[in-house]
């Protein structure tokens, strides 16, 4: 059974920019979240989805957004990058209303210059 | 908020030691505590997980306590591997409410020199 899947693997943008990551879950799972990792933050929740709706936001700003597909899949925004929005943004799946194990893809590093 | 502190940030041990990480929690509503384990260039992987209302649970050489008044939970690694070597996070959720948002502690960098 194929992992949570993310692409693309590395990103380089400027300032200003936008960009949009996309993440497949697990064949079966309908719950799909989002998470900025850095060294200064740690790992922080962005928003959460499942079947089509967004269920939890996290503390950041309106530039981030996403959205889910009826297939499941999932793709997250950034507008107007800034370079603190530098990160590791992790997707991770389960299987749905009260599954709670997450399962992580190996996420897309952006790097903002 | 929910707000997880984890300890220490580094751990040093010797092959074939215990390793053990601690974790404290705030919210008093928190249900679900995973462990997951990062490695370089990979997603965090879910080693183990407790509920609770369960106060401790084991995988082979992997354990989690919980102390549900005491609002703290541990993990314990025994006869490490230098393949255990890897960033180690705690985390805190509530499932009572729909939704699947997890709050992580800091990360713990376990390092088993052989």
């Known amino acids: 059974k194929a992992g949570v899947t993310q692409t693309p693997r590395y990103l380089i943008k400027t300032r200003g920019q936008q960009v949009t990551l996309s993440c497949s879950p697990i064949?079966?799972?309908?719950?799909v979240s989002w998470y900025q990792q850095t060294p200064g933050q740690g790992l922080q929740f962005l928003f959460e989805?499942?079947?089509?709706?967004?269920?939890n936001k996290g503390n950041f700003p309106g530039r981030f957004s996403g959205r889910q597909f009826s297939n499941s899949r999932s793709e997250m925004n950034v507008s107007t990058l800034e370079l603190g929005d530098s990160a590791l943004y992790l997707c991770?799946?389960?299987?749905?209303?009260?599954?709670?194990?997450?399962?992580f893809g190996s996420g897309t590093q952006l790097s903002v210059l | 908020g929910e707000n997880v502190e984890q300890h220490p940030s580094t751990l040093s041990v010797q092959e074939g030691d215990s390793a053990v990480i601690k974790c404290t929690y705030s919210?008093?509503?928190?249900?679900?505590f995973p462990w997951y384990k990062q490695e370089l260039g990979k997603g965090p992987q879910l080693i183990i997980d407790?509920?609770?209302?369960?106060g401790e649970k084991k995988d082979q050489r992997i354990a989690v306590t919980l102390n549900k008044t005491a609002k703290h939970f541990s993990l314990h690694i025994t006869e490490t591997q230098p393949e255990d070597s890897a960033v180690y996070f705690c985390?805190?959720?509530?499932?009572?409410?729909?939704?699947?948002?997890?709050?992580f502690g800091g990360g713990t960098r376990l390092m088993v020199k052989p």
């Open positions: 991770a799946s389960s299987l749905g209303r009260h599954n709670e194990k997450l399962f």
């Open positions: 064949s079966g799972h309908r719950s």
């Open positions: 989805y499942f079947s089509e709706t967004q269920r």
């Open positions: 919210d008093s509503a928190s249900n679900y």
């Open positions: 407790i509920r609770s209302n369960v």
């Open positions: 985390a805190a959720a509530s499932f009572n409410n729909a939704g699947n948002m997890l709050t």
